[in-house]
DNA sequence: GATGAATGAGTCTTCATTCAT
DNA sequence: GATGAATGAAGACTCATTCAT
């Protein structure tokens, strides 16, 4: 291999590897401006501060502020959905897969959002990968409840509470310092399983 | 009394009664465009468009868009927080609380958001009166619950996933024509007091 | 009438007489920027600077930096269609046909860019105002040409070649302070009619 | 000679090859994208993506985007003057110099804009070279006119007459595909010698 | 108090140019 | 000399807010 191809392979790696820092770096920072200012209020400026890069930079990575917005939700979507998927699968009982289900989704929020120093402010349905997630969430309610679920019952309002119980208590775990996701996934499943008396009750 | 003074007194009636019904029409007009936009979306302007007044008439009853924003969440707690006042003291019972304080804010939202084109961004911790909505809640449940609860019982946790359960079954209901508070009363109850397999098999 | 209603009146009247006067000073800032920089280099703020206005204001006139150029655009067209129509109606021969229109070009010209510290760029066939002007200068000449019109004669060519004579014989004339349009209209109106050697013999 | 002097020589060669052919590539890519988008409109990226080159290889060929405009006028400018000197030696007449001058201007136009997708915005004053061309026309006409030529003439506005049928023909003849330089010129020809009533009749 | 035009700071985005490799 | 990512100045445009009438 000539000292020349070795060069040139070389600095390929190198920028390569400068894109993929460059890129993570704008990522992490929208993720943490979007929570803590919301899509609307969030500048690219803001973003791009919170880097060492100049201004310009931003678009050679995205080519607007909704696209990284939709990318950051997406990819988001996308690392949750296989995990509630596999969750589905693995899961023996309706307990088994929203321990599963619910302690993975604490877990994403904890490492995604832990550093923010406010909330994000999560829009579950605004992308189809978003929509997605819910989408799988409602199925898999359905299914593992299986003859369980009443004809006359109405699963998007189930799937509606559950998902509020998740949201919510997601939220309230992000707000202490560290987060705990494994006490806040106990209360969460609980909560779903038998209701807030029986919570309360510590059963 | 002479009739200068009458006269003045009528005219000072009538002026109240047209800055009162102004007022009314903007805090009208922006709660549509919130809902509708967002806050950061929404302009003044848009706001302004939906009434018969000048842009420069909105700042004679609100100092920016800010305020708005702040009054109208101020004011829509205000009117909320009393009614849950009134469940509590009347509620012999979880259930009846439940059913009280759930079935009002149904109405409350079907009311206020049923004629938007689109779903409130409801941010229900930004303003104290918002803020004490959530410890009446919170409060309620601790004295309600009583002695049933757990020392270890996470309170935060728990008021966090009924007020989840109320806040996702309750957008569902309005992505519904016509919105039924009944109803969706009826499940959000259920979720909280047994939980999701027992709403389901529509106990 | 009441002094209320004519005080309003009063106000109504005023500011519509600002608003034309901005107006104008806007345009008239325009054509001067268009024609010493082109469209593409010239900036808003290249217009905005030459009034005494703010920037934000160009745009309670003018949608976008497009709009007000082919406002221009359409503006000049509009105005001088009629005069060449109403040429076109009284002329009894080419030759008068020619100095009519050929004189209301050029006094044109020199009204509308006598003060400019520059050449326009003009393009002739950018908007339908633009081209109604050149279908209306090559139908002219089909008219009063009429028989003496070989079958076999380009018409696009000799109208082609016309507009060119007119155009360039004008640009000359905006390059002398003060510009002539008399003189020039003579010289074109040779050139056209009887070509180069007799117009330079200055028959 | 050494075969190291050799080598080098060979390789000199071959690196002057590479760098013509690189500038031509990019003067050739520049040339298209001018006529397309107009100066102000194209981008130094359009330019560089219509060749294998890198961005940042335009700046080892050309200083600035400005630079390389200028270069391609003058460029055409200093290819399209020495034919029409050539002519004007040759010339016998007034009628042969100009089927001389303007036959190798519409061919020079064809071949440099028959390809473009667009007209090209011709500013035939901008450049010294390109003032030059308008000099030397003006110079050929009074040389070749002589004493046909009366005290009292404007040749500057003869010349623009002259210069402006040249160019609107040629550009009428550019929209055409494919372009008829010959045709083109006869009428061209036709009306500057005789004037537009000889040219319609077919003269 | 009502009006609505004027203001100018701030937004997103583009692009000529530089420079480390 | 070639590469292509980084830079940041500059542009078009928006909008909350002010103010003369």
Chains 1, 2, 3, 4 share one sequence.
Do not use: C
Not at 13 to 41: D, H, P, S, W
Not at 181 to 203: D, N, Q
């Amino acid at each position: 291999m000539s000292s020349v191809t070795e060069r040139a392979l070389a600095e390929a790696g190198r920028r390569l590897r400068t894109k993929t820092r460059n890129r993570e770096a704008i990522l992490a920072a929208a993720r943490q401006v979007f929570a803590e200012l919301g899509y609307e209020a969030a500048s690219v400026r803001d973003i791009i501060r919170r880097t060492d890069l100049a201004s310009g930079t931003f678009y050679n990575y995205f080519r607007s502020k909704e696209e990284i917005a939709r990318a950051l939700a997406t990819d988001a979507a996308e690392r949750l959905r296989p995990v509630l998927r596999a969750e589905r699968e693995r899961a023996v009982s309706l307990e088994a897969w929203l321990e599963g289900a619910i302690g993975a989704y604490f877990r994403f929020l904890a490492e995604e959002y832990g550093q923010a120093a406010s909330l994000p402010q999560l829009r579950l349905d605004a992308t189809p990968a978003q929509r997605a997630v819910f989408a799988e969430v409602r199925e898999s309610l359905s299914l593992i409840l299986g003859d369980r679920l009443a004809p006359q019952a109405d699963m998007d309002y189930l799937a509606a509470g559950a998902i509020g119980i998740a949201r919510h208590v997601g939220e309230q775990m992000l707000r202490r310092a560290p987060p705990d996701p494994e006490g806040a996934t106990r209360v969460a499943v609980r909560l779903i399983l038998h209701g807030l008396p029986a919570a309360a009750r510590g059963a």
